[in-house]
């Protein structure tokens, strides 16, 4: 079985602009996540959908919001680029959204904001 | 929320065994214990995960001790391969809770020949 993928990979914006991100879970994963990662730090959490529902949300400004389809694929979109938004943009899927459920991670969409 | 610390390296050489501590001293009752590797430019890839005491699985195994505030992550006989950062998150994802879920800063284990 193929592992949770994204599109693009790699991806330059500037200032001001928009950007939509894409991910595909792992299949008959229902939970998607995403994170951002910053060079020289840990992934800091954004979003949780579940069953296409937002289930939790991290500390981002609204500029950031997504969504989640029927087929379970997420996007994620960042309006208003900055230049601190420039980041790896990782997408992680689950089965569940129960305490402890394990998250598979996407190889991540490298962002440059000029 | 449960904020986490760990060394921020470490080194070791091939063939020994490394342990990893991460402190979590406000760990809630919901909250599991999962470590993560990463390699550069990859995302993270998930090596263990418990709730309490001991877990252990082909790869690593994982000590927590009764009040939860701690975990070691243990790697048997590390190879150049295992070099990489290491991550503990605590949190719990059916909790809904904004931001509940935090990757400490992570270890980055440099593995020598």
């Known amino acids: 079985d193929a592992g949770v993928t994204q599109s693009p990979t790699h991806l330059i914006k500037t200032r001001g602009q928009h950007v939509t991100l894409r991910c595909s879970p792992i299949s008959g994963h229902k939970s998607v996540s995403w994170y951002q990662q910053v060079l020289g730090q840990g992934p800091q959490f954004i979003f949780q959908y579940y069953e296409k529902e937002e289930r939790g949300r991290g500390n981002f400004p609204d500029r950031f919001s997504a969504r989640q389809f029927p087929n379970y694929s997420s996007e994620l979109n960042v309006n208003a680029l900055l230049l601190g938004d420039s980041a790896l943009y990782l997408c992680?899927?689950?089965?569940?959204?129960?305490?402890?459920?394990?998250?598979?991670f996407g190889p991540g969409t490298r962002l440059t904001v000029t | 929320l449960a904020k986490t610390t760990q060394p921020i390296s470490m080194d070791s050489y091939e063939g020994q065994e490394v342990n990893i501590t991460c402190s979590h001293n406000n760990i809630a009752t919901n909250d599991y214990i999962t470590w993560y590797q990463q390699f550069p430019s990859q995302g993270p890839r998930f090596i263990i995960q418990g709730y309490k005491t001991k877990v252990t699985n082909e790869v690593a195994s994982l000590f927590i001790p009764a009040d939860r505030k701690s975990s070691t992550l243990s790697l048997p006989r590390v190879s150049l391969s295992d070099t990489a950062v290491y991550y503990c998150l605590v949190g719990d994802l059916g909790s809904g809770n904004t931001g509940k879920l935090i990757f400490g800063q992570g270890t980055t284990l440099q593995v020598k020949p």
């Open positions: 992680a899927s689950s089965y569940a959204r129960d305490r402890g459920a394990e998250q598979y």
